[in-house]
C-alpha cells in the first residue's frame, strides 16, 4: 500500500448545515449529492466526505451505529496567530462552535483554537512558526 490518503468520511447528521458551515469557509463542493453525501477536495489527491449518517451505517452493512465522531481534530495550518482569530471567528459566525479560543499551546510556539462543525468533527486552527506548509501541500514538521 503506497502511503497516501485519498478520502476522509465522516458521518454527517445534517446536510445542510454542513454545507451552509463549509460554503461559508469558500469551500466549493466537488460533488454535492442531495440528501446522501458531500465531498469536498481538501488537497491534491484528498477528499474530505459528509456522508449522512444513516447511509453511512448501511453502507458499512455492520451491526451497530458506526456514526459518531471521537477521538480525532482535522488540522488547518495558517500564517499567522490574526489569521487563526479571523479564521476561528468566521467558522462559529458560519454556525462551528468554538471549544478552544485562540490561545498560545503548550509547545513549539504553536498559537491554536479549536472549533467544531455542526457534526461534531473538530478542526484545530493553528499557527506554528516551526512548520510550514510548502507550495506542493508538503507539510515540512520542525523547519
Known amino acids: ?6 478520502f476522509v468520511t465522516v458521518a454527517a447528521t445534517d446536510l445542510d448545515a454542513t454545507r451552509h458551515f463549509y460554503g461559508a469557509l469558500g469551500w466549493t463542493p466537488l460533488l454535492d449529492v442531495e440528501g ?6 481538501s488537497a491534491p489527491g484528498q477528499v474530505l466526505g459528509f456522508f449522512l449518517a444513516d447511509k453511512f451505517n448501511q453502507d ?12 480525532i481534530t482535522l488540522a488547518h495550518n495558517v500564517d499567522t496567530p490574526k489569521q487563526v482569530n479571523e479564521l476561528s471567528n468566521t467558522m462559529a459566525g458560519a454556525g462551528g462552535t468554538i471549544l478552544k479560543p485562540p490561545q498560545p499551546g ?10 467544531q462543525d455542526p457534526n461534531g468533527l473538530i478542526w484545530e486552527i493553528a499557527h506554528n512558526p516551526g512548520w510550514r506548509i510548502d507550495a506542493d501541500g508538503s507539510v515540512q514538521l520542525g523547519g
Open 106 to 115: 503548550q509547545f513549539g510556539g504553536v498559537f491554536h483554537a479549536h472549533i
Open 60 to 71: 458499512l452493512a455492520s451491526p451497530g451505529d458506526h456514526a459518531q465522531v471521537s477521538g
Open 1 to 6: 500500500m503506497k502511503q497516501q490518503l485519498h
Open 36 to 41: 446522501e453525501i458531500i465531498f469536498y477536495q
